[in-house]
């Protein structure tokens, strides 16, 4: 357990400073060293007491002086998201939302946070003019920040498929994302989301497909629709009873992945700039039944 913090004692001492101090105090050596690492290879700065987000630098700007900087804003907020190949994972943002690293109240998340959860890949573009790499990093920022919907996908007939009928799949589609901020250089910077592609893999071993988001609606007007050939059967049932051999050899049911791809854009008050893209996905089970028709005497 820390001992109560004083007034006196951390007097003009930063915030973010304490992180490295706490987990000197809880966490194990080597977890304090992977924080420092983690936090310095962030632009953070070690420092005899600790770790200074406070400190990163000062960064070009486009303003109308030419060759002025502004100080760059510290790495203050540690920030998790879902990256499409890594899954939940954390990164440094001078920008909420996230875990403020000033707020001692925050000291045993961030450790946490940092020692359960794998950093998230760094994102590179090359910038198109001077200034415009720091810009991009923060539109990265706030596009990984914003609430990026997965499918939620419903499937007619709902319960069962059957063989030789076709099955759509339907789909809502969330709404753009947008946000609006002032840079610390003066220049209005806003970054917006939307989805533009929803990707279907059917699970039976055909190809995935890439639908118009905006058509994946129920039947009969939706454009997701797929026939199976074989149906899905339990172990058991592929085993002994004697229609077994029609079953898939593998799946008690098809295993439907859905994706929407999100592509974000940014602007400084001119034409937008396309910044790129991430996937939010869903999987349901599907079990798909064969009718067969039978002659009555």
Known sequence: MLPPRRRDTFEGVKPAVLLLIVASVVAPP????QIAASAADDGCRV???GIDCSASGTSSTGGSTPGTTVPGPPLRYLATTEHPDDGLCWFWSPYPPGLDSWDPANDMAI??????????????????TPGASWVETRAW??????????PRPTLQPRRHGIT???TFLAADLPGPLSHRETLPDGRSLEVEARVTRAI???GDGTPAFAYDPARLLPYPAGVA????ARKTCPPAYRASHPSGGGCHPQLEAYPIRVAFLWTARYRLGGPWVDLGHLERERTVAYDVDEVVGVLQP
Do not use: E, M, N, Q
């Open 200 to 202: 279907v893999d059917w």
């Open 47 to 49: 420092t005899p007491t």
């Open 141 to 150: 920022d706030v596009f990984r920040s914003f609430p990026l919907a997965a």
């Open 164 to 166: 030789g009928l076709p």
């Open 111 to 128: 450790i946490w946070t940092v020692f359960a959860l794998p950093k998230c890949p760094a994102v590179t573009s090359p910038p198109a």
């Open 30 to 33: 080597a977890l304090a060293a």
């Open 225 to 228: 629709r797929h026939t199976y």
